[in-house]
Nanobody
């Protein structure tokens, strides 16, 4: 069983920054694509960003490109989502997820591809 623990959410003003962390159990650190998703009230869960196992590939949805950065530190079994220039429309619960893969460069956008999910952390952007 892979466990993911998410932290780093909070409330910020528009234009502010937050960094989310997702600590994975040791097993999840190897050959897993790590993804970030979010879900706003009344909306479906949507893809935000993903990073491949070997860190060579990243993918972002259009509305966060240039503002968010996904990274991972294998030594700490941790994936990060650095979020800059946050806007009210970024308000949501943010989740990290892990998807097993046999391809070192894979990144996935579809939530159903991911097997393991963290508990989510609330991000609120408001003036």
């Amino acid at each position: 069983q892979v466990q993911l623990v998410v932290s780093g959410g909070g409330m910020v003003r528009p234009g502010g920054s937050l960094r989310l962390s997702c600590v994975a159990s040791a097993r999840a650190s190897a050959m897993y694509v790590m993804g970030w998703f979010r879900q706003a009230p009344g909306k479906e869960r949507e893809f935000v960003a993903a990073i491949s196992w070997d860190r060579r590939s990243t993918d972002y949805t259009n509305f966060v490109k240039g503002r968010f950065t996904v990274s991972r530190d294998p030594a700490k079994n941790t994936v990060y989502l650095q979020m800059n220039n946050l806007q009210p429309e970024d308000t949501a619960i943010y989740y990290c997820a892990a998807a097993a893969t046999d391809s070192s460069a894979s990144v996935y956008r579809v939530p159903s591809t991911y097997t393991y999910w963290g508990q989510g952390t609330q991000v609120t952007v408001s003036s």
